[in-house]
């Protein structure tokens, strides 16, 4: 059984990109490949510009380490989203929110969560065709949140609260493109 599987895996731990990867566990080497049995030729290595899994954010890969994803700032002189650091002031946001019934999103987030790093730059595109909804982003790491996460129902990110006259209309849990801008067209459509 063994052999079966390290002959199956031989091209792709032979790959030279998939050497690179910091996820393969250390027994997998590419310096030292199985002795071939069959005799068949190894196949050529993968470029490094070629990622396995360029495609899907879930992964990392060598290519993106150098050119990471955009994030959020709310720096920028025209954004609606406005970064969340302690628990008091997410209690004030969501006081202004309740209160003046204006639209606003609260994404809940963290650094390390793949499907985050997915639906982020998705929301803030979806935030400059609704400038009118400020996006209250959030990240569940931060010291002193613990509770009022806990208050607030958020067990997994991402999570997004949607806001509408004061109260919650909708939440979408998880990366679900469709879903996130289906609720905010269905929510904050200007007429």
């Not at 996820?23 to 470029?47: D, E, I, K, M, Q």
């Not at 720096?75 to 650091?85: E, K, R, T, Y």
């Not at 595109?125 to 400038?131: M, N, R």
Request: hydrophobic share 35%.
């Amino acid at each position: 059984m063994g052999r079966r599987i390290a002959l199956l895996l031989r091209p792709l731990l032979q790959s030279r990109h998939l050497s690179e990867t910091p996820f393969l566990p250390r027994f997998f080497s590419v310096s030292s490949p199985p002795p071939s049995s069959l005799g068949a030729p190894s196949p050529p290595p993968c470029p490094p510009s070629l990622s396995v899994f360029s495609s899907d954010p879930f992964f990392f890969s060598p290519s993106s380490a150098s050119s990471p994803r955009r994030t959020f700032s709310s720096s920028s002189g025209s954004s609606n989203i406005v970064v969340v650091g302690t628990a008091e002031e997410l209690d004030s946001s969501l006081k202004r929110v309740q209160e003046s019934g204006s639209p606003g999103i609260f994404y809940f987030t963290a650094t390390w969560c793949g499907p985050c790093k997915f639906i982020s730059p998705i929301l803030e595109e979806l935030s400059k065709v609704y400038p009118h909804v400020t996006t209250y982003k959030i990240d569940i790491d931060k010291e002193g949140l613990e509770s009022k996460l806990t208050e607030l129902k958020v067990y997994s990110v991402p999570n997004l609260k949607f806001f509408k006259d004061g109260k919650m209309a909708a939440q979408v849990i998880g990366a679900n493109p469709k879903e996130l801008k289906d609720t905010m067209e269905n929510l904050y459509k200007m007429e």
